[in-house]
């Protein structure tokens, strides 16, 4: 089966600093997309951020980015200035042209250091 | 704002009890989703549907059916529940992307136990 990894099952940061939790999939398909979602404590799954296969610019939302290397194979997830509020689990995700089908990888647990 | 809503947070059952998961969307999503979430294995993808009365198997089906008669309710089916399915179940919904850009919608997710 086609799947999401995530090597680094945990990862501390400094308080604003910069991390990178990375991502590698694989796929068949010539247009898919890549997603980033973020589970605190609490349970909520939320959106973070969005890649589309064809997209040439790295997204961003906020103090996220998406590092996306096609070639490679590659969607990483850039923190800038960590806040105590990052952490939490963040999970990498791949769906499929229409979103029909999207899996996640094991996911990443982020730990903010004051 | 999409909402997405599972009928249990908690529930516990036993083992061989025929059990059924509900999930109720609001905003006429085409797709869903169920995925069991477990440590260290991240959602994994159970069944999804991208239309009433469709449906395609995910990664781990076995054990699992699912039901879709109107489009904002997607039911799991656990026809004869065994201990290895104690878990979170999480249903989601998103609309058809026209290039997957549709993020997914979670619910708050089901705590079932099995005894």
């Known amino acids: 089966a086609q799947k999401i990894t995530q090597t680094q099952p945990g990862m501390f940061v400094q308080e604003k600093e910069a991390v990178t939790l990375d991502c590698t999939y694989d796929t068949s398909d010539p247009s898919y997309g890549l997603f980033w979602y973020k589970q605190p404590s609490s349970g909520e799954m939320i959106f973070l951020i969005y890649?589309?296969?064809?997209?040439?610019q790295n997204a961003t939302e906020g103090r996220y980015s998406l590092n996306f290397q096609k070639a490679r194979k590659s969607a990483n997830l850039v923190i800038s200035a960590s806040q105590l509020g990052d952490s939490a689990m963040y999970f990498c995700a791949r769906a499929n042209t229409g979103g029909f089908k999207t899996i996640f990888g094991a996911g990443t647990r982020l730990f903010v250091k004051a | 704002d999409v909402k997405v809503t599972q009928s249990s947070r908690y529930l516990v059952k036993r083992t061989g009890e025929k059990v059924f998961l509900e999930c109720v969307q609001d905003?006429?999503?085409?797709?869903m989703f169920w995925y069991r979430q477990d440590p260290g294995l991240g959602l994994r993808l159970i069944y999804f549907?991208?239309?009433?009365?469709?449906?395609e198997k995910g990664d781990i089906p076995e054990g699992y059916s699912v039901s879709r008669e109107k489009k904002e309710r997607f039911s799991l089916i656990l026809e004869s529940a065994s201990t290895n399915q104690t878990s979170m179940y999480l249903c989601?919904?998103?609309?058809?992307?026209?290039?997957?850009?549709?993020?997914?919608?979670f619910g708050n997710g089901t705590r079932l136990t099995v005894t």
């Open positions: 549907s991208y239309d009433v009365k469709m449906k």
């Open positions: 890649q589309g296969s064809y997209d040439q």
């Open positions: 905003m006429d999503h085409e797709n």
């Open positions: 989601a919904s998103s609309l058809i992307g026209r290039d997957s850009g549709s993020p997914l919608h």
